[in-house]
């Protein structure tokens, strides 16, 4: 039935379900899960679960579970036994390592074992890509169409979405209009829309680069702070406006401004990282504690904007072999890394710094 929203349409109603903190399920075939976001769960929500039996697990990444000393017998996850008296603040404190140095756990935590954990490494991937602390609240259910129909909750199925939640989405372009910069007159915004619901991204093209030769690109993650603010963190906003400049002066190039804030972890969580910072955590471990990996970012949506404007070789403006690797692995040519080393402050030094030491960041 066309009318009926198809399961890349499912998934972007679990995502913003998540993000209000209603229950989502997923269903798989060793049963179902019950599926609520740690971050936005609420006390009412966590009692009606309680109520039902369980009981009830909190499911984080390897790398949060690190951080609090529980196992993680399924690799890179771990389900910690929600106990009995544990309210809102125990897994909120699970979730979110904001106060871990001032209230260190009250542990030990046991973790389950045994069982399929495919549902709940689902439902982490979900929570992540709807931008969220990666860690929920699951409890299995026995009857799970009656239940979810009875609530009216989005009902996912965990086989078919699982393979979709690791593809980058299909792309659209939506509009391109000229767009006349101080950098140069000859600017154009071209709009593009992912088909999963997620947020739009951008192409700003300078002059009229030809397509059969190496252009001069540059892939710009989103920094609310650096691009806007002119925050002292990091370089973003010296990077930005450089890149743009050289393109100016060039008179041809495209920038590509993908909105993958927070290197893909969204705003907030980011200033949960900063905030990690002021507590003596870099960069890097800051992701770590929060349950991310260093970057989640995904350089495919780069390469096919690129590709559906027509480029297949660039010029790369980027101190990051990553972004270089991504682009060759997923069809475009490098044909020369063009350094970007503008901005650095008394502020970011330990930060790029960082970046050079563990991320490989070429100085
Ligand atoms: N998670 C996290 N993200 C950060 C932090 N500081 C900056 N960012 C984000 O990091 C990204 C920086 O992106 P880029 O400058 O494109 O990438 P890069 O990997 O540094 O590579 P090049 O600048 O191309 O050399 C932006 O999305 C920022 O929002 C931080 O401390 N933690
Ligand atoms: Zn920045």
Same mark, same amino acid.
């Given at each position: 039935?066309?009318?009926?929203?198809?399961?890349?349409?499912?998934?972007?109603?679990?995502?913003?379900?998540?993000?209000?903190?209603?229950?989502?399920?997923?269903?798989?075939?060793?049963?179902?899960?019950?599926?609520?976001?740690?971050?936005?769960?609420?006390?009412?929500?966590?009692?009606?679960?309680?109520?039902?039996?369980?009981?009830?697990?909190?499911?984080?990444?390897?790398?949060?579970? *690190?951080?609090? /000393?529980?196992?993680?017998?399924?690799?890179?996850?771990?389900?910690?036994?929600?106990?009995?008296?544990?309210?809102?603040?125990?897994?909120?404190?699970?979730?979110?390592?904001?106060?871990?140095?001032?209230?260190?756990? /009250?542990?030990?935590?046991?973790?389950?074992?045994?069982?399929? #954990?495919?549902?709940?490494?689902?439902?982490?991937?979900? #929570?992540?890509?709807?931008?969220?602390?990666?860690?929920?609240?699951?409890?299995?259910?026995?009857?799970?169409?009656?239940?979810?129909? *009875?609530?009216?909750?989005?009902?996912?199925?965990?086989?078919?979405?699982?393979?979709?939640?690791?593809?980058?989405?299909?792309?659209?372009?939506?509009?391109?209009?000229?767009?006349?910069?101080?950098?140069? *007159?000859?600017?154009?915004?071209?709009?593009?829309?992912?088909?999963?619901?997620?947020?739009?991204?951008?192409?700003?093209?300078?002059?009229?680069?030809?397509?059969?030769?190496?252009?001069?690109?540059?892939?710009?993650?989103?920094?609310?702070?650096?691009?806007?603010?002119?925050?002292? /963190?990091?370089?973003?906003?010296?990077?930005?406006?450089?890149?743009?400049?050289?393109?100016?002066?060039?008179?041809?190039?495209?920038?590509?401004?993908?909105?993958?804030?927070?290197?893909?972890?969204?705003? #907030?969580?980011?200033?949960?990282?900063?905030?990690?910072?002021?507590?003596?955590?870099?960069?890097?471990?800051?992701?770590?504690?929060?349950?991310?990996?260093?970057?989640?970012?995904?350089?495919?949506?780069?390469?096919?904007?690129?590709?559906?404007?027509?480029?297949?070789?660039?010029?790369?403006?980027?101190?990051?072999?990553?972004?270089?690797?991504?682009?060759?692995?997923?069809?475009? *040519?490098?044909?020369?890394?063009?350094?970007? /080393?503008?901005?650095?402050?008394?502020?970011?030094?330990?930060?790029?710094?960082?970046?050079?030491?563990?991320?490989?960041?070429?100085?």
């Amino acid at each position: 039935m066309s009318l009926a929203p198809d399961l890349t349409e499912i998934l972007a109603r679990a995502r913003s379900d998540l993000r209000m903190g209603v229950p989502v399920v997923l269903t798989g075939p060793e049963g179902a899960l019950l599926v609520l976001a740690a971050e936005t769960l609420e006390a009412r929500r966590l009692a009606d679960i309680k109520a039902l039996g369980g009981p009830p697990v909190v499911v984080i990444s390897a790398r949060r579970a *690190e951080t609090l /000393k529980a196992r993680p017998y399924d690799g890179d996850l771990a389900r910690i036994i929600l106990p009995t008296d544990a309210d809102l603040q125990w897994v909120l404190g699970v979730a979110d390592p904001a106060d871990d140095l001032r209230t260190p756990m /009250k542990g030990p935590l046991v973790s389950e074992r045994g069982g399929s #954990a495919d549902l709940h490494r689902l439902a982490l991937k979900l #929570a992540k890509s709807a931008r969220l602390l990666p860690a929920v609240l699951v409890l299995p259910l026995k009857n799970a169409p009656a239940f979810s129909q *009875e609530r009216r909750l989005t009902v996912v199925d965990g086989v078919a979405a699982a393979p979709l939640l690791e593809l980058a989405s299909p792309l659209n372009p939506v509009v391109s209009a000229r767009l006349p910069l101080e950098v140069s *007159e000859a600017g154009k915004l071209h709009i593009f829309r992912p088909e999963d619901g997620g947020e739009e991204h951008y192409a700003i093209e300078i002059g009229q680069p030809p397509r059969d030769a190496p252009v001069l690109a540059r892939l710009h993650s989103a920094c609310f702070t650096g691009d806007l603010m002119g925050s002292l /963190k990091c370089d973003c906003g010296p990077q930005l406006r450089g890149a743009l400049a050289q393109m100016g002066e060039e008179g041809a190039g495209v920038l590509l401004y993908l909105n993958q804030e927070g290197r893909g972890i969204g705003l #907030a969580n980011k200033m949960r990282a900063y905030s990690l910072q002021d507590q003596g955590f870099d960069t890097v471990e800051a992701n770590h504690r929060l349950g991310f990996e260093d970057d989640e970012r995904d350089f495919r949506i780069g390469a096919d904007i690129l590709k559906r404007m027509g480029f297949s070789a660039v010029r790369l403006l980027t101190n990051n072999p990553a972004k270089i690797a991504m682009m060759q692995q997923n069809g475009i *040519e490098v044909a020369e890394r063009v350094p970007l /080393k503008v901005g650095e402050t008394a502020h970011n030094r330990a930060y790029l710094a960082t970046k050079a030491k563990k991320s490989g960041h070429l100085l």
